[in-house]
């Protein structure tokens, strides 16, 4: 949900606050986090100092939409600190964006795993068998956006990607939800026979954002 918010933002050119509230406010019972649902209803305009994964979750569309690096790091920083202005939340969302922005470039594998780790300090040293046995649910971005990561470092396809992701348990619809941007924009979109089921999770509104928006920065 709030992934469309962001990409509704940067299309029209409104406040990340704006959307997100909007947007929370229309899809009441999507499933927030509790400190996230009590600013949203509130008439709070401050962040919350919040390092969880959420604002990592939502960024994919600033990593497809900016056209050089510096400026995907800073509009990332600019969408995590509106709520996530604890320095590991606002980590996570540049982490992904780039990991994003790097893929859709043309970086391999390699390049994006360097990067990440001189950039941000992450750890992906390891292996998801090595930790898929001890690993707990964490919805804290520094124990969630490495193994993300590392899940899409690990595929040979999106798909794939996206079940890696997953298998190792946790918070695993934010893990995957992070790790598929990076797959979407490594592997050239998603594949047709996933992208034809979308429509019947979204309503009209929200397909409208997303074509829209994948339109304009050809991420599909």
Not at 110 to 125: A, H, M, P, R, S
């Amino acid at each position: 949900m709030h992934t469309i918010a962001l990409a509704d933002s940067i299309l029209n050119n409104i406040n990340y606050i704006d959307k997100l509230k909007e947007y929370t406010r229309a899809y009441p019972n999507a499933g927030y986090g509790k400190a996230f649902q009590g600013w949203a209803f509130s008439e709070a305009r401050d962040p919350y100092n919040s390092w969880g994964n959420g604002a990592a979750m939502r960024v994919s569309p600033v990593g497809f939409a900016y056209s050089n690096l510096d400026e995907v790091l800073e509009k990332a920083k600019e969408s995590a600190e509106v709520t996530h202005n604890h320095p590991e939340g606002i980590k996570g969302a540049q982490s992904t964006a780039s990991s994003i922005f790097l893929a859709k470039n043309g970086k391999t594998k390699d390049e994006i795993k360097l990067f990440i780790e001189t950039q941000f300090g992450y750890n992906l040293n390891f292996t998801l068998d090595e930790i898929r046995p001890n690993y707990r649910f964490d919805v804290s971005c520094q124990g969630s956006v490495p193994q993300a990561i590392k899940a899409f470092l690990e595929s040979e396809s999106y798909e794939q990607s996206i079940r890696l992701a997953i298998s190792i348990g946790g918070d695993s619809d934010t893990i995957a939800c992070i790790n598929g941007g990076i797959a979407q924009a490594f592997y050239g979109g998603v594949p047709e026979k996933i992208k034809r089921k979308i429509p019947k999770f979204l309503d009209d509104n929200l397909n409208e954002v997303v074509i829209k928006f994948c339109t304009k920065y050809k991420c599909s």
